[in-house]
Structure formats: C-alpha cells, structure tokens
Nanobody, 123 residues
Framework: QVQLVESGGGSAQAGDSLRLSCVAS????????VAWFRQAPGQEREFVAG????????SYEESVKGRFTISRDNAKNTVYLQMDNLTPTDTGVYYC????????????????WGQGTQVTVSS
C-alpha cells in the first residue's frame, strides 16, 4: 500500500512560518487528490488544503486562504504545505492524505494517510 511520510512540524510563534513535507513511498503518488488535514485532540480531522495532482488545481479551507500554499514536486514525489503567518488556531496534528477518486474535503473519503506531524503555534 501507499505510504506517506510527513515531516516539518514543530513549534512556532504567531506570525512565523513552517513548511510541511509529504513524500509518497514506492514512487509517484497513485492518488488523484492529495490533501492536508489537521486535528486537535477530541476533534474531527479538518480539511486544510488539497491539490488535484494531474492539473495542479488547489483548494483551501477558508481560514488559511492567503496564508497557506499547497504545492507539489513531481520529480521528488513530494507535496508541501507552506504555512505563513501562523496563528494559534493553526495548532494541531497535520496529516497528509491521498484519495483515489473524485474531489472531496471529507477525511473519511481518503484512503491513504501519513503518520501526522505536530504543529504548535503560540501567541
């Protein structure tokens, strides 16, 4: 099965930037959609950003528009999430996810998941 390996999480202050990376093992991504979700303890996973791999079409949750950028590097088979101007509400465990199928923001529609990387933003 496809394995997603995430990195780049850490602690930051409000206004700082972080870049998350997600590498698919075994070669190219075999999914149509790659997305980032985040989750706080006791809460459901929340869609953050997604990319339609074939056409590089991007979509964002409203609160991160203008601050976060999802991108891909085909040669490295890697998806990035550049997070600028972080706020405490961005705190959570960030997951890379892949979906084979149509566009969706629902976490339960994604088949492949990374292990998660913690992002903590302080005021």
């Amino acid at each position: 099965q496809v394995q997603l390996v995430e990195s780049g999480g850490g602690s930051a202050q409000a206004g700082d930037s972080l870049r998350l990376s997600c590498v698919a093992s075994g070669g190219q991504f075999s999914t149509d959609i790659v997305a980032w979700f985040r989750q706080a303890p006791g809460q459901e996973r929340e869609f953050v950003a997604g990319i339609l791999w074939s056409d590089n079409i991007q979509s964002y949750e409203e609160s991160v528009k203008g601050r976060f950028t999802i991108s891909r590097d085909n040669a490295k088979n890697t998806v990035y999430l550049q997070m600028d101007n972080l706020t405490p509400t961005d705190t959570g465990v960030y997951y890379c996810a892949g979906r084979l199928g149509t566009w969706s923001r629902r976490s339960d529609w994604y088949q492949y998941w990374g292990q998660g990387t913690q992002v903590t933003v302080s005021s």
